[in-house]
């Protein structure tokens, strides 16, 4: 019965060292940073957006558009991925009223961070928008939840041990 509790302590204590250690494992990066900055207010088109993060990013997959208050796509080409800043050209701008700028990337470590932010055009200007925004596939979430996985990994750890104890009783 000794064997047993100690088993059953152990297992505990190394699961919950586990999910301290994923939990701080976890941290994903972050925005830290916005250009044009969140709420400004411009008076004319920036040529360009862009987001930086606390870490480098991956290139592949990146989104970035940018929403303009007549609900059309205004930013213009491919997102460019350099180290932690993401980026997209931006047309000139039209109508006046507020900007929104979606983002997906992915971080070093392989988690999509999304967001958006947004910015104030208070001058009418002349450009021409692209696409209705509505036709167009805006970035989300689809990262998998690792909670699951740590759970599995308790479970079997925890599986494991217990057959040990009764295996050499």
Sequence with gaps: MKRLLAAAL??????AGSLAAAAGAAAHATRIAADPAENAELTESPAAVA??????MQPQFAAMT??????????????????AVVSVGVRPLGPPGTYTVNYRATSADGHVISGSWSFELTVAGTGTPGPSATAADEP??????????????VVIVGGAVLWAVRRRT
Excluded: H, K
């Excluded at 152990?10 to 699961?15: M, Q, R, S």
């Excluded at 989300?140 to 990994?153: H, I």
């Design 51 to 56: 987001a930086t993060f606390n870490e480098a």
């Design 140 to 153: 989300g979430d689809d990262a998998f939840p690792m909670w699951p996985l740590y759970v599995g990994v």
């Design 66 to 83: 940018v929403v303009g208050p007549d609900g059309n796509l205004w930013s213009t080409g491919e997102p460019t991925v350099d180290g």
């Design 10 to 15: 152990l297992t505990v204590t190394l699961a």
